[in-house]
């Protein structure tokens, strides 16, 4: 009777990770590649990698990324988020105010978990599907119609629901008879044109 078999560390492999995630990774990918909770203590001794928040690593040589901050949320998420609201206004670039707060929506089976929120993060809880996501480098957000509906349920200010539809309908992003939902929260307000 054999024993259990024990993984080699695989350097490739968690790079590999880490660097399709902007230089960090999990604790949990380090295991799939073969590195006990030891080996991370070592290489966190020898300042190979460092420790972001709990579960959570970068490479220290990686060069930062352009939504580092975000991806580690994501990761915390156990990659199951999506940024949402006012965040994924931000992202399709649909927004002049940088948001306070990342909006980040879990999936609906998520609600009675019992989380350690970071701080600076809301949560919102729905099942986003695959054609409603688009990607930023290694961290999904909403599309753009669906950030715009998710922004009117939230009740964002008119002035910047207004700015952020109309500057999606000239990108492209959306068209004007997808946006019903925006142009009746807006209508109180002078409806959706300027």
Known sequence: MSGPTTRSPDWDRLYETAA???GLFTAQ??????YSPQ???HHLGARRIRRV?????RLVYFPAGDHEDLTVVWLWSEREGVFSHQTALALHDLSDVLPAQVHLTLPKAWRNRRLRVPTGVV???GDVAERERRWFGPVPATAP??????CVAEHLPPELLRGAALDAIDRGLVAREELS???????PFGGLEP
């Open 123 to 125: 949560l919102h809880y």
């Open 39 to 41: 080996l991370l203590a």
């Open 20 to 22: 399709a995630q902007d």
């Open 29 to 34: 990918q380090a295991a799939e590649a073969g």
């Open 145 to 150: 119609l669906r950030s715009l509906e998710d």
């Open 181 to 187: 939902a925006v142009d009746e929260a807006l209508d």
């Open 53 to 57: 928040r709990r579960g959570i690593y």
